[in-house]
């Protein structure tokens, strides 16, 4: 089919399926039949959270459904599987913006059926979770603000970006695979990535903040005495050797003492500078890069996982590197409802050691995503 017609016909399907609440309705008699015989999936009793006003409930309600129709009109096959799903609804207490955010969960058990309110077990999971962050990000503590921690990913469409994750298990060699999507605007997204020279200017005032810290902690544990206070304690030493010694022994210890004697201001000085050296050649390192490194070089994404007093470089390339982001409060509609989707992540879970698994990931990962779109 011409795509100029297919991708709108897409859409049209998908945004039908919102009102379509149980993948066993009429609706579904309509949908092509797969390559392969479905198993119906079980649907499981919801998770709620707290209660949202029944208008918004209701409208969350229809827009998981729709995600459970749309995974299962699109082919997602069990292929021997025992396939079940569920919704999950939360409060917009702990958002950084007031939308709702909940989710579809889907789980292909390959024994008996368990509850998709708990953790993954052996099942594969596919979870479309609507506003909300947290399958993807981590928590990046810099100069006393919280920032997102985000894997890259890649644009795979205009509004659809990809990453893929390899996770260990502990009683095979081989383990999990995660596959996630995420699903914007058109040419937007809800975070802004911090480049470098943002990371480096915030990391060398995180430094500035520890060495303060540093210097308020010495002057609680070396009182540093005024000078007259140091001209009278001077005194009642030289005068106790006078007491103790007499003639050319008592000129020789008031010598001695003197050339010795260290004002506590220049001992908390001493200790001070041997203590903060470490912060010092910290803050040396980021000034030097954000000195004399290219605009190019700065603009780029700042690849970071350790506190600014363990930087060392940037981490692109590694493994499992996460690029550091914040919210871009710009990108959200204020104007419509708060259960409406305005961004999603489906994240895609499965043993790579299960061949059904990996059989029906081919499926899963061939999904058109982009027609997740017609949602937002």
């Not at 975070?191 to 430094?207: C, F, G, N, P």
Request: charged content about 25%.
């Amino acid at each position: 089919m011409n795509d100029r017609i297919y991708r709108p016909f897409c859409m049209f399907c998908l945004v039908l399926a919102q009102f379509v609440y149980p993948p066993q309705s009429k609706a579904q008699s309509s949908v092509r039949t797969p390559l392969v015989t479905v198993t119906p999936w079980q649907k499981q009793e919801d998770y709620m959270e707290s209660r949202a006003p029944g208008k918004l409930s209701s409208e969350m309600k229809k827009m998981v459904g729709g995600m459970a129709s749309w995974a299962q009109q699109a082919g997602v096959d069990s292929l021997g599987c025992t396939p079940a799903w569920c919704g999950a609804f939360f409060s917009n207490k702990s958002n950084a913006f007031p939308l709702y955010s909940y989710e579809m969960r889907a789980g292909f058990f390959t024994g008996d059926v368990g509850d998709l309110h708990v953790g993954p077990g052996k099942e594969s999971r596919l979870v479309i979770t609507a506003n909300d962050l947290a399958t993807l990000q981590q928590t990046f503590s810099l100069n006393g603000n919280d920032y997102l921690s985000l894997p890259f990913m890649q644009e795979s469409y205009d509004g659809v970006r990809y990453c893929e994750a390899a996770g260990e298990k502990e009683d095979a060699t081989e383990g999990s695979r995660t596959k996630t999507w995420l699903i914007t605007y058109a040419g937007q997204k809800p975070y802004s990535v911090l480049s470098r020279r943002e990371y480096l200017e915030e990391a060398m005032k995180e430094i500035g903040t520890d060495k303060q810290r540093l210097k308020e902690d010495l002057q609680q544990r070396i009182p540093v005495k005024t000078a007259q206070e140091e001209e009278a304690a001077q005194k009642r030493e030289i005068e106790a050797i006078g007491n103790m010694y007499s003639g050319a022994t008592r000129e020789s210890r008031v010598r001695s003492y003197l050339a010795s004697y260290k004002p506590d201001s220049v001992y908390f000085k001493e200790v001070f500078a041997a203590e903060s050296a470490p912060l010092d050649a910290d803050s040396l390192l980021l000034n030097d890069l954000l000195t004399k490194s290219s605009s190019d070089y700065l603009a780029k994404p700042a690849f970071v996982s350790v506190p600014a007093h363990a930087f060392r470089e940037f981490e692109d390339g590694r493994p499992g590197s996460r690029m550091l982001a914040k919210w871009n409060l710009s990108y959200f509609d204020k104007n419509v409802s708060l259960a409406k989707p305005q961004f999603i992540v489906v994240s895609w879970t499965y043993d790579v050691a299960d061949g059904v698994a990996v059989n029906i990931d081919k499926l899963i990962t061939a999904l058109s995503y982009c027609d997740l779109q017609g949602l937002l």
